[in-house]
T-cell receptor
Framework: AQSVAQPEDQVNVAEGNPLTVKCTYS??????LFWYVQYPNRGLQFLLK??????LVKGSYGFEAEFNKSQTSFHLKKPSALVSDSALYFC????????????FGAGTRLTVKP | NAGVTQTPKFQVLKTGQSMTLQCAQD?????MYWYRQDPGMGLRLIYY???????DKGEVPNGYNVSRLNKREFSLRLESAAPSQTSVYFC??????????????FGSGTQLSVL
């Protein structure tokens, strides 16, 4: 079955600095990859997804993610962090051949300090 | 816009009690899902319904049952609650079944404590 690893429980950055939230995946076939964000006491919200084609995917709120097939990674990035970006971020993967089962990582808590 | 609505938002049960978590979506989505969220473990799929009239087990189905009542509603039942079922439960929906890259829309969650 597919799986996702988010190696960092917590990421701290200063406002205005670039941020990266890491994600690696394992899937038998080709993946669909997703990033979701969760604000306190809320459900998850979709940020962006990789389907095929360009390895750099742009999403909501200025976030982008880079798909790297050789490293099986899909890191989330933003050039300039905002305090309001502070939240819990989840990476998720679906196997194209078993697309009813989306697996989520454990989440990374991003804190952006003023 | 309502989106995905879950009830109740909070619930405390005693071990052995039963309850049903309700979920409804107003986006005319075909697929619906139940996840549980536990600290350090992310979201784990309990059951899903790819389309009206079908349900399938996910990663952690033991101790749960589901009913796809109609296209809008997908309920999750705990027949005999156990402390291990203390968690935050999320319902989600998507346009699927399709190519598999459809995004999920989540409800705001139900925080369940089993004493």
């Amino acid at each position: 079955a597919q799986s996702v690893a988010q190696p960092e429980d917590q990421v701290n950055v200063a406002e205005g600095n670039p941020l990266t939230v890491k994600c690696t995946y394992s899937v038998s076939g080709n993946p669909y990859l997703f990033w979701y964000v969760q604000y306190p006491n809320r459900g998850l919200q979709f940020l962006l997804k990789y389907i095929t084609g360009d390895n750099l995917v742009k999403g909501s709120y200025g976030f982008e993610a880079e798909f790297n097939k050789s490293q099986t990674s899909f890191h989330l990035k933003k050039p300039s962090a905002l305090v309001s970006d502070s939240a819990l971020y989840f990476c998720a993967v679906r196997d194209r051949d078993n697309n009813n089962d989306m697996r989520f990582g454990a989440g990374t808590r991003l804190t952006v300090k003023p | 816009n309502a989106g995905v609505t879950q009830t109740p938002k909070f619930q405390v049960l005693k071990t052995g009690q039963s309850m049903t978590l309700q979920c409804a979506q107003d986006m005319n989505h075909n697929s619906m899902y139940w996840y549980r969220q536990d600290p350090g473990m992310g979201l784990r799929l309990i059951y899903y319904s790819a389309s009206e009239g079908t349900t399938d087990k996910g990663e952690v189905p033991n101790g749960y049952n589901v009913s796809r009542l109609n296209k809008r509603e997908f309920s999750l039942r705990l027949e005999s609650a156990a402390p291990s079922q203390t968690s935050v439960y999320f319902c989600a929906s998507s346009e699927g079944p399709g190519q598999g890259h459809e995004k999920l829309f989540f409800g705001s969650g139900t925080q369940l404590s089993v004493l």
